[in-house]
């Protein structure tokens, strides 16, 4: 991505004017404020003086005429037992779950353990009624390389490579943009809801966050590392651009729901959700429902595929040609989805809880070699073929935060994916780990520490394990479970 760098010698020079200006008017100021203490006392001497107003505490917000400047740096460090090098892109920095090049041991600075490290600007302003104008744009960044977070960056740089050589490389919602976090605008009211266009976090993605009980933190949950289940689907499809959003509470019903536009005709890459919901006293309960037409996951080429690709560049025949510094492959599917998620406080500790049903099928649409996903990528080699039989995934989790005072949270769950068997032919059936069309099973269990030592700093300490069975660790993975444990700090404001 190229990034603008914008002078500001101008805004220096207006800065030394105006604080030049905030001095003669602060001793002009200051010098009518003594006259006039000077002269009350002078009228009041036979009584006693009167004690001095408290003064009023700092401002210490960012917001200036209902704009507000806003972000988070969460930077630490972590040790894999069976990992691979951390990536400068991947938004996680690296991969904190178990995948199929995760090798040797891995000790890196990572960035976004707890949360998306970003900086962001907000704006609500007053129109008629109770109707405001809102907005929200957010960039995320990697502040232990100082790069825009970029997933299918990291993905591109490992073309070619054999897994026991790669690097970190996931596909994400996050792929370079600008305002990859949100970048909306539209209107609210306390009364009727909100509604907002652009590119927005799903309903379903909001709900994975609030019900679990890590927050879906990258460094420390399965369904925070990995998007499959905010993305219902396909990890891409946790943020949409394009989309309609609308949410509203009433009473103890809430609901919402979204839409994204293709830009062209029929379903093809459209999307819905829907959610609906009740909450009291220390309780919550959502439902959701999703689709998504053309879900897209993307992965790395392989050396024979990439050499395919140069050698219909040199060919000189008339093929598309796709160069690898920019294309990936990719797997292409319709994908339904169904959830329900709860929370229940109980005093200090508060219980969580969830289960998503994802279908994948082969898309009605499929999708041609040089279609573009997120980020300007190219799809140089699609699959649209993959589902056949309809893949079922089942994820469910169950978590308990606990406030042992008022700054230390301790978390602490339980999380597994199952997946049922769609393989063809021989291997219909299978449950074993020939071929990730197999039956498989992931399972993992965190444990979390969060201690805020300051107003706007605090320092975590946490494990991670995972382990795959079977069709989830197909024959290739190098490993079969992993250990991550990371500690950090975070800084917002």
């Known amino acids: 991505m190229k990034h603008a760098n914008v002078s500001c010698n101008k805004n220096e020079s207006l800065g030394r004017r105006a604080r030049g200006l905030t001095r003669v008017g602060g001793a002009w100021g200051l010098s009518v404020s003594l006259a006039a203490a000077a002269a009350l006392a002078q009228a009041q001497a036979p009584s006693a003086s ?56 891995v000790t890196a600075v990572t960035p976004s353990n707890l949360s998306q490290s970003r900086i962001g600007l907000s704006g609500k302003e007053p129109l008629v009624g109770d109707w405001s104008g809102v907005f929200r744009f957010e ?59 652009g590119r927005h976090v799903t309903p379903l993605a909001d709900g994975v966050g609030k019900y679990d009980a890590l927050g879906a933190a990258n460094a420390f949950s399965l369904i925070g590392f990995s998007g499959t289940t905010a993305g219902g689907g396909d990890t891409e499809d946790r943020r949409l651009d394009q989309s309609l959003k609308y949410s509203g509470k009433f009473d103890t019903l809430h609901v919402g729901a979204l839409y994204q536009f293709s830009g062209s005709s029929g379903t093809t890459n459209t999307a819905a959700q829907l959610q609906v919901g009740l909450e009291g006293s220390g309780w919550s309960i959502d439902a959701y429902y999703a689709k998504k037409y053309d879900a897209i996951a993307t992965a790395p080429l392989s050396a024979a595929q990439v050499q395919d690709l140069a050698n219909a560049c040199t060919a000189g025949a008339p093929v598309q040609c796709f160069s690898p510094s920019n294309s990936l492959r990719a797997t292409i599917s319709d994908n339904t989805t169904y959830s329900v998620m709860g929370l229940f406080g109980l005093g200090r500790p508060t219980l969580y809880g969830g289960y998503v ?137």
């Open 50 to 105: 009167a004690p001095a107003p408290a003064p009023k505490p700092a401002d210490t917000s960012f917001t200036w005429n209902g704009i507000t400047l806003y972000g988070i740096v969460d930077i630490g460090v972590q040790y894999q037992t069976h990992g691979v090098p951390a990536s400068d892109y991947f938004p996680a920095g690296t991969e904190a779950i178990i995948l199929a090049n995760s090798n040797g041991s």
């Open 357 to 493: 049903h994802i279908k994948f099928a082969n898309p009605n649409s499929p999708l041609p070699p040089g279609s573009l996903t997120i980020g300007g990528y190219v799809i140089a080699l699609p699959t649209n073929t993959a589902f056949t039989n309809e893949k079922t995934l089942q994820v469910y989790w169950v978590g308990v935060k606990f406030a042992a005072s008022a700054d230390l949270d301790v978390m602490a769950s339980y999380y597994g994916y199952h997946q049922d068997s769609f393989a063809t032919g021989a291997n219909a059936g299978c449950s074993d780990n020939r071929s990730g069309s197999c039956s498989g099973r992931e399972s993992s269990f965190s444990l979390l520490a969060d201690y805020r030592f300051a107003k706007r700093f605090d320092g975590y300490l946490g494990t991670f394990w995972t382990d795959v069975q079977d069709g989830l660790a197909p024959v290739g993975f190098l490993n079969h479970s992993t250990l991550t444990t990371t500690a950090g700090i975070r800084f917002r404001f």
């Open 139 to 197: 960039t995320f960044i990697n502040p232990q390389s100082g790069n825009i977070s970029d997933a299918l960056k990291s993905q591109v740089l490992n073309n070619g490579r054999p897994a026991a050589t790669q690097t970190t490389n996931v596909d994400s919602s996050i792929a370079g943009q600008y305002f990859a976090g949100a970048a909306y605008a539209g209107f609210s009211s306390p009364t009727y809801g909100t509604i907002t266009f």
